[in-house]
């Protein structure tokens, strides 16, 4: 069995020897990564076991992922709740790995998914459904005195608009098992670039590393927590804490060079948030469609609010009903955006907006475009917001 860190607890249970070199690092998804690498800084290089634009669900790892995978020393990874692969691929591939799953981070936050058609109507001071906040349930972790777990000066918690109706499979990112939702339901095809789960990946072996690569090919049911919990930067700030006293423990040598790295990189994370939050004014208040329901997290944390979401789940493209309620909430005038992805087929935002006369705009929670690196996180989270602020100032 794979060394998963319960992340409130000590940091204990890593290798008793201490490493010569700073320690092997792998991590699942570009921003965890770039995280990863704002904490390494000088000292090493991260590895990403999935490439840009490929979806976290049913991946099939190419040789050189899985050498990577096997000869880590620490795993940083968002958590089963978004690729339940990986957890099978550490246990058969990286058993002497330590596993961190960021998603469990005391005082992280953590949001209910959601599953109707409708979050909320503009204008409303109530949302169409209740939800929770859920700051990971562990007891508290020591970052060693250094406040990693910064927040905005907003602490916009208190309007998180999430459901206690748990949300099927609103996987995140590229989904490929329904990329391509358009009007003619496309099931099973990917339209996502060099990825689909039935055939073989370019470089990859005839073994498809079964051992590691298994799983449901419709991804997996987002019918507890939310994943895409990258996309509030102040579960980036707690992240940045837990990885520099994880490659402490590591590494104790380059432990205060982690540490200030850390500290560097939440407060540029903090000034940023403000400066997004700043910038966001505008959105507040206003109704907006997206393709599928990835950014209560990001909704949460600068207090806006998305009036529904077209995808209804990973594998099944939205039905009728769903799409004729997303329609009269739109030709009822209270949209101001419709928000498609990169990842999937536009067909529908398109129908949608040109229907009514409402603007559509791309809007990519993983930064499809973006090289992976130390920028990454940051310039996502900008790319996002002005995404946004941008197809509202088109109206």
């Known amino acids: 069995m794979i060394r998963s860190i319960l992340l409130s607890s000590t940091l204990s249970i890593l290798p008793a020897a201490l490493l010569a070199d700073p320690p092997k690092v792998v991590t699942d998804i570009a921003p965890v990564h770039s995280l ?3 904490v390494l800084g000088d000292l090493g290089e991260a590895d990403l076991v999935l490439r840009p634009g490929a979806s976290p669900h049913g991946y099939a790892m190419r040789p050189s992922e899985a050498a990577a995978l096997q000869a880590a020393d620490v795993v940083f990874w968002i958590g089963p709740e978004l690729t339940p692969w990986l957890e099978r691929a550490m246990d058969g591939l990286a058993s002497d790995a330590t596993s961190v799953p960021l998603i469990d ?3 992280a936050i953590r949001l209910d998914s959601r599953k109707l058609a409708v979050f909320k109507v503009a204008g409303d001071d109530h949302d169409a459904h209740e939800g929770r906040v859920d700051h990971a349930d562990h007891e508290g972790h020591d970052h060693d005195d ?3 777990g910064g927040h905005d000066d907003h602490d916009h918690e208190e309007h998180a608009d999430h459901d206690d109706h748990d949300h099927e499979g609103h ?3 590229d989904h490929e098992d329904h990329a391509g939702h358009d009007d003619h339901d496309h099931e099973g095809h990917d339209d996502h670039e060099g990825h689909d789960d039935h055939e073989e990946h370019e470089g990859h072996d005839d073994h498809d590393h079964d051992d590691h690569a298994g799983h449901d090919d419709h991804g997996h049911s987002h019918d507890g927590i939310d994943p895409h919990a990258w996309l509030d930067p102040q579960n980036g700030q707690v992240w940045l804490g837990v990885i520099a006293d994880v490659l402490a423990d590591a590494d104790p040598e380059n432990a205060a060079t982690y540490r ?3 500290d560097a990189a939440v407060a540029e994370l903090a000034a940023l948030t403000q400066k997004l939050d700043a910038q966001l004014e505008p959105v507040r208040g206003k109704g907006y469609l ?6 209560q997290y990001f909704e949460n944390r600068f207090d806006i609010q998305a009036s529904g979401a077209i995808a209804t789940s990973d594998a099944v493209s939205p039905g009728a009903a769903r799409l004729n309620e997303l329609r009269a909430l739109v030709e009822a005038e209270q949209i101001g955006c419709i928000f498609r992805e990169p990842q999937f087929s536009a067909s ?3 129908a949608l907006a040109d229907g009514a006369g409402v603007p559509s705009a791309e809007l990519d929670p993983v930064g499809m475009k973006r090289t992976p690196g130390a920028d990454f996180y940051a310039g996502l989270l900008t790319d996002m917001t002005d995404q946004m602020t941008g197809c509202f100032e088109q109206k």
């Open 290 to 295: 997206v393709y599928h329901d990835a950014y």
């Open 260 to 262: 200030a790295n850390a």
């Open 348 to 350: 529908l935002t398109v």
């Open 105 to 107: 981070a005391d005082g």
């Open 146 to 148: 250094h406040d990693h």
């Open 36 to 38: 990863v690498a704002q």
């Open 171 to 173: 996987d995140d990112h």
